[in-house]
Nanobody
Framework: QVQLVESGGGSVQTGGSLRLSCVVS????????MGWFRQAPGKEREGVAA????????YYTDSVKGRFTVSRDNDKNILYLQMSSLESDDTGMYYC??????????????????WGQGTQVIVSS
């Protein structure tokens, strides 16, 4: 069965770093578009980063470019999101998501078929 389990969230001060992990079972992530989304209280879920199948081209929302890095370990079947220089606006629930094939343009939320339950990130001063 398909399962995506996020971990690595926590509380960190502005300027700090966290690495989120998404352990996947039920499919091989190398053949999938893998994405990270986040949702702040009272706001819509937004795409943060994605990595495509195969060669693994990466994509980022403008607000995290230069600060976040998405990667995957195909042998371990784990997706990562390395976050640095964290800001208060980065606070939210972070979700791992997946869909078979290459990432589609804009990698919208509706494109992803499989989702994890999320891990909380809190950035404070």
């Amino acid at each position: 069965q398909v399962q995506l389990v996020e971990s690595g969230g926590g509380s960190v001060q502005t300027g700090g770093s966290l690495r989120l992990s998404c352990v996947v079972s039920g499919f091989t992530i190398n053949g999938y578009c893998m994405g990270w989304f986040r949702q702040a209280p009272g706001k819509e879920r937004e795409g943060v980063a994605a990595i495509s199948r195969g060669p693994g081209g990466t994509y980022y929302t403008d607000s995290v470019k230069g600060r976040f890095t998405v990667s995957r370990d195909n042998d371990k079947n784990i997706l990562y999101l390395q976050m640095s220089s964290l800001e208060s606006d980065d606070t939210g629930m972070y979700y791992c998501a997946a869909n078979l094939g290459y990432c589609t343009a804009g990698w919208p939320r509706a494109y992803f078929r499989y989702w994890g339950q999320g891990t909380q990130v809190i950035v404070s001063s």
